[in-house]
């Protein structure tokens, strides 16, 4: 976890969808709310969370999971991988799943700092605005201070003409 904020969940699931192993970024994704220092056993967790709320179907023949998956204010794609893991003797089919979060349209973004001028930095604190931080989130994020960043977003609002941050997101669905 970076500054509070989870990165990419990774579970490494059994043949049966057991989780083998998972970084602890997956186990903020899911748990949250909930701190994860309570969670007495996160593998039994974890088999929980997938089977209530990855898992989209299950039959016999195919298992799906879900596309997307909403933890909190965010959301995360889900790609699933199958894998082959084994000898001719013993072959086992093992899952990876990969939460990832989800970002602002990265076309719509560099069309939106193309036609407004935006800098470089000022882009940047627009894409992480777009992904929900606050100003001391992105602060942390960039490296700079809570100041600096809503300078950055007060400069990013006079060249969109509008007087609040979710102007800006508004902008940008527009665009879309």
């Given at each position: 976890?970076?500054?509070?904020?989870?990165?990419?969940?990774?579970?490494?699931?059994?043949?049966?969808?057991?989780?083998?192993?998972?970084?602890?970024?997956?186990?903020?994704?899911?748990?949250?709310?909930?701190?994860?220092?309570?969670?007495?056993?996160?593998?039994?967790?974890?088999?929980?969370?997938?089977?209530?709320?990855?898992?989209?179907?299950?039959?016999?023949?195919?298992?799906?999971?879900?596309?997307?998956?909403?933890?909190?204010?965010?959301?995360?794609?889900?790609?699933?991988?199958?894998?082959?893991?084994?000898?001719?003797?013993?072959?086992?089919?093992?899952?990876?799943?990969?939460?990832?979060?989800?970002?602002?349209?990265?076309?719509?973004l560099a069309e939106l700092a193309q036609r407004y001028d935006l800098t470089t930095r000022e882009r940047e604190v627009v894409e992480f605005l777009l992904q929900g931080m606050t100003s001391k989130e992105i602060a942390a994020r960039m490296?700079?201070?809570?100041?600096?960043?809503?300078?950055?977003?007060?400069?990013?609002?006079?060249?969109?003409?509008?007087?609040?941050?979710?102007?800006?997101?508004?902008?940008?669905?527009?665009?879309?």
């Open positions: 976890m970076i500054n509070g904020h989870a990165e990419s969940g990774f579970i490494l699931l059994d043949a049966v969808l057991n989780p083998v192993a998972f970084n602890p970024e997956a186990l903020q994704i899911l748990a949250f709310p909930e701190n994860v220092e309570h969670i007495q056993r996160p593998a039994l967790f974890l088999f929980d969370k997938v089977h209530r709320s990855l898992l989209s179907n299950r039959d016999s023949e195919n298992v799906q999971f879900v596309k997307f998956y909403k933890s909190g204010k965010r959301s995360y794609n889900c790609r699933v991988f199958r894998l082959e893991c084994g000898d001719t003797i013993r072959s086992r089919n093992w899952t990876a799943l990969l939460l990832e979060r989800n970002s602002a349209n990265v076309a719509a490296k700079i201070s809570a100041n600096t960043v809503k300078a950055f977003l007060r400069l990013v609002m006079v060249k969109m003409n509008v007087s609040t941050r979710s102007g800006i997101v508004g902008k940008l669905t527009t665009m879309q």
